[in-house]
């Protein structure tokens, strides 16, 4: 089975017109794959994955694992608040030939931990594929207890968490009490290096869309024991990863790619719109840019 490990990114999805803007997304694709990247996660927040049809959702599937072209490992997001439509859409992607599926939490409806252990153990029965939890109680509304994701950790294909719980006590907890081969990715870019530094595997991270080279550095330099060069690293970019999260993910990272010339456009869908003039101002200026958008 793959193993989480290094820096994934979960990859924006790109439109132009109102249209999912293929060319874009292999370009970028090609892009991040060429830096070093760990994996890819698709169909993510970041991905804007509410936003999208089933019609859609496949055809973003297809194109990035004939984009990747098995250079790195890709995990799917396919996840929501209800259990059997979730697996419905994991049966509808069945054919495809990808690593794993990153699978969050059920939000709105807010079920207890009895209801949390069930949906994904039913998620799990439901496919041989490798399963990342993705606990994020920010947008779901629950957060998923260590005792929880233990237990679910005994079933053989939930190898992983990308843990964006945003509360340090319990990720490190996690950390302490994991079983061997279980995977703790944080989904907190903001906790990156303090995850390294206590035994984390890495991050799926929004920001690693920016600062590509540095993410991964010190990844590699906390392998090699290097604290010092990673946390020097580390201390260049800590105060751009805040600057991302200002408004709605991921209105100012496209706002970025869009200034940097990756992306046509920097158009999300509704209901998320754009960057504010303010914020636009603050993110070109992080990036060295002068002249106004």
């Not at 973003?60 to 419905?88: E, L, M, W």
């Not at 509808?92 to 939000?107: K, M, N, Q």
């Not at 190898?159 to 989904?187: E, N």
């Not at 200034?259 to 990036?287: F, H, I, K, Y």
């Amino acid at each position: 089975m793959t193993t989480l490990s290094g820096v994934w990114l979960p990859i924006v999805t790109p439109f132009h017109d109102g249209a999912i803007d293929f060319a874009s997304y292999e370009q970028l694709i090609e892009h991040y794959v060429g830096l070093g990247i760990s994996g890819i996660f698709p169909l993510g927040t970041t991905g804007e994955s509410p936003t999208l049809d089933d019609d859609e959702s496949e055809a973003i599937v297809d194109c990035t694992i004939s984009a990747v072209a098995g250079r790195v490992p890709i995990f799917v997001g396919i996840g929501g608040n209800s259990t059997a439509k979730t697996v419905k859409q994991l049966k509808r992607l069945e054919h495809y030939d990808f690593a794993g599926i990153v699978s969050v939490c059920p939000y709105y409806n807010r079920p207890g931990q009895d209801g949390l252990r069930e949906h994904f153990a039913r998620i799990a029965d439901a496919t041989d594929r490798p399963i990342a939890i993705y606990n994020i109680p920010y947008r779901t509304a629950v957060n998923l207890t260590n005792d929880t994701l233990l237990e679910l950790a005994e079933l053989p294909n939930i190898v992983g968490v990308k843990d964006s719980c945003g509360i340090l006590s319990q990720s490190l907890d996690l950390l302490r009490r994991r079983p061997p081969g279980f995977s703790v990715m944080t989904g907190e870019d903001n906790f990156f290096y303090t995850m390294l530094a206590h035994g984390g595997d890495g991050g799926i991270l929004a920001s690693a869309h920016l600062e590509t080279r540095s993410f991964i550095a010190i990844h590699e330099r906390m392998l090699a024991n290097d604290h010092r060069g990673a946390h020097r690293l580390w201390s260049k970019i800590e105060a751009l990863v805040p600057l991302l999260f200002r408004e709605a993910n991921p209105m100012p990272i496209k706002y970025c790619l869009w200034r940097q010339g990756l992306l046509r456009s920097p158009e999300c869908r509704l209901p998320l719109t754009r960057v504010s003039p303010e914020l636009a101002g603050e993110l070109d200026r992080a990036l060295g840019l002068n002249v106004p958008a």
